[in-house]
């Protein structure tokens, strides 16, 4: 059974760094692309980075250049180093994977930045 568990969430101000952690159990994911999303009050989940089983990495627009995504397959674990955050990335963070026709996801961060 696949398994999704998101960590590192909090409470922020702007400007400051929080480290998010996706550990995946249930199978080895280092053939699949993972991903980070996060959705907003009153907002569509949204994707935020992704990361391919080769190491190709694609963010969104919004991020680029303060978040970098990245996984250990050994560990099984997928990371969202975050910098630079606003007060617009506050928002619950969900962990990614897509199985056989499935999207899987964790229980969900959740990441305040303060003004």
């Known amino acids: 059974q696949v398994q999704l568990v998101e960590s590192g969430g909090g409470l922020v101000q702007a400007g400051g760094s929080l480290r998010l952690s996706c550990a995946a159990s249930?199978?080895?994911?280092?053939?699949?692309?993972m991903g980070w999303f996060r959705q907003a009050p009153g907002k569509q989940r949204e994707l935020v980075a992704r990361?391919?089983?080769?190491?190709?990495?694609n963010y969104a627009d919004s991020v680029k250049g303060r978040f970098t995504i990245s996984r250990d397959n050994i560990k099984n674990t997928v990371y969202l180093q975050m910098n630079s955050l606003k007060p617009e990335d506050t928002a619950v963070y969900y962990c990614?994977?897509?199985?056989?026709?499935?999207?899987?996801w964790g229980q969900g961060t959740q990441v305040t930045v303060s003004s």
């Open positions: 990361i391919g089983s080769g190491g190709t990495t």
């Open positions: 990614n994977v897509y199985l056989y026709g499935t999207n899987y």
């Open positions: 249930g199978r080895t994911f280092s053939s699949y692309a």
